[in-house]
């Protein structure tokens, strides 16, 4: 029995049936229509030559990391660094014919990936830039410095992109606020505080790691947080566009891209994490909160108090 307090989604074998009728098994090139707004479950290796070409606007990649790594059953093996490039190689060929020109690709990848990864995409892409954002989450190492930090490299189809610096502010507190005639200069005096807006940098400290106190949590064991999705999304499209995300896992693109107003294809070959998917993509219609996504700006951590005050007031 789970702890009341424990969200992590738990489905019986029958509801597991149900959210699998669901899905999509494709087994022919395909139009658009057909594939919007779907989990598709088959191997992505497979499913992206049936895709329809240059239809997608953003394309967002977790794949495997060149690691030991068993996701419930579907293992993958670490291997050289010249293989793991050929792997990268591989889904790059299938889905670059997918992208509309003016398309953005977000990688996410650790350090041991990350160059192996940068090597094809900038054959391939415009590199725009890399992003670090702290995992604070998994175990000590006792030999070694704990392995806090994961990239995500940004790429553009060209040098025509979308980026909307606006939708993705940071909101943080002022520790010595600057006043010109008495009056605030570049933040914000609230009764909760004193905050300033800022420019997103390429450094994230205020991701949290799904837990199981997270209606989002699954068992899915490299789980990306909606919170750094959201900021993926909202930075690289528009409402209406359309997100690829050929290793889905347990669904988590799909779901912050139903909850931002864009459509999304997601991809997984694990009979599991589709039904994961579906399940958090029912719960989205209900709720559309993100996690450290309040009024417009992203949150620091530890910080659910003054968001949940700032909804009151509203």
Same mark, same amino acid.
């Not at 199981?212 to 949590?217: I, R, T």
């Given at each position: 029995?789970?702890?009341?307090?424990?969200?992590?989604?738990?489905?019986?074998?029958?509801?597991?049936?149900?959210?699998?009728?669901?899905?999509?098994?494709?087994?022919? %090139?395909?139009? /658009?229509? @057909?594939?919007?707004? %779907?989990?598709? /479950?088959? @191997?992505?290796?497979?499913?992206l030559r049936l895709l329809p070409k240059e239809s997608v606007d953003l394309l967002i990649v977790d794949p495997p990391y060149n690691l030991d790594k068993d996701f419930h059953g579907n293992k993958f093996k670490k291997t050289s660094d010249e293989a793991y490039l050929e792997y990268t190689e591989k889904w790059v060929e299938l889905v670059k014919p997918l992208l509309k020109a003016d398309a953005t690709v977000y990688v996410c990848c650790d350090w041991i990936s990350s160059p192996s990864i940068f090597m094809v995409l900038k054959e391939?892409?415009?590199v725009q830039n890399r992003i670090t954002w702290q995992r604070e989450k998994g175990r000590g190492a006792l030999s070694n410095w704990k392995n806090g930090m994961e990239d995500i490299w940004f790429v553009t189809n060209s040098a025509k992109y979308t980026f909307n610096v606006e939708a993705v502010k940071m909101r943080r507190s002022v520790i010595a606020p600057y006043?010109?005639?008495?009056k605030p200069k570049d933040?914000?005096?609230?009764?909760?505080?004193?905050f300033r807006n800022t420019y997103p940098s390429n450094f994230w400290d205020d991701i949290s790691i799904?837990?199981?106190?997270?209606?989002?949590?699954?068992?899915?064991?490299?789980?990306?947080?909606?919170?750094?999705?959201a900021k993926l999304i909202l930075a690289s499209s528009n409402e209406g566009d359309v997100i690829l995300d050929p290793f889905l896992g347990s669904g988590s693109t799909s779901v912050t891209a139903k909850k931002l107003?864009?459509?999304?294809?997601?991809?997984?070959?694990?009979?599991?994490?589709?039904?994961?998917?579906?399940?958090?993509l029912e719960m989205a219609e209900e709720d559309k909160t993100i996690?450290?996504?309040a009024d417009g700006v992203f949150w620091e951590r530890n910080t659910g108090r003054l968001q949940r005050k700032g909804r009151k007031r509203e």
């Amino acid at each position: 029995m789970k702890a009341g307090r424990n969200k992590t989604i738990d489905l019986s074998v029958e509801e597991g049936n149900e959210y699998l009728k669901k899905c999509l098994m494709l087994d022919k %090139k395909a139009e /658009l229509p @057909d594939v919007l707004d %779907k989990t598709i /479950l088959g @191997d992505t290796f497979e499913v992206l030559r049936l895709l329809p070409k240059e239809s997608v606007d953003l394309l967002i990649v977790d794949p495997p990391y060149n690691l030991d790594k068993d996701f419930h059953g579907n293992k993958f093996k670490k291997t050289s660094d010249e293989a793991y490039l050929e792997y990268t190689e591989k889904w790059v060929e299938l889905v670059k014919p997918l992208l509309k020109a003016d398309a953005t690709v977000y990688v996410c990848c650790d350090w041991i990936s990350s160059p192996s990864i940068f090597m094809v995409l900038k054959e391939n892409f415009h590199v725009q830039n890399r992003i670090t954002w702290q995992r604070e989450k998994g175990r000590g190492a006792l030999s070694n410095w704990k392995n806090g930090m994961e990239d995500i490299w940004f790429v553009t189809n060209s040098a025509k992109y979308t980026f909307n610096v606006e939708a993705v502010k940071m909101r943080r507190s002022v520790i010595a606020p600057y006043k010109v005639d008495g009056k605030p200069k570049d933040w914000e005096e609230t009764e909760n505080g004193n905050f300033r807006n800022t420019y997103p940098s390429n450094f994230w400290d205020d991701i949290s790691i799904p837990y199981w106190s997270m209606s989002e949590n699954t068992a899915h064991p490299t789980q990306k947080p909606e919170k750094l999705l959201a900021k993926l999304i909202l930075a690289s499209s528009n409402e209406g566009d359309v997100i690829l995300d050929p290793f889905l896992g347990s669904g988590s693109t799909s779901v912050t891209a139903k909850k931002l107003g864009r459509h999304f294809i997601g991809i997984e070959q694990n009979v599991q994490y589709c039904i994961w998917a579906e399940k958090r993509l029912e719960m989205a219609e209900e709720d559309k909160t993100i996690q450290g996504y309040a009024d417009g700006v992203f949150w620091e951590r530890n910080t659910g108090r003054l968001q949940r005050k700032g909804r009151k007031r509203e």
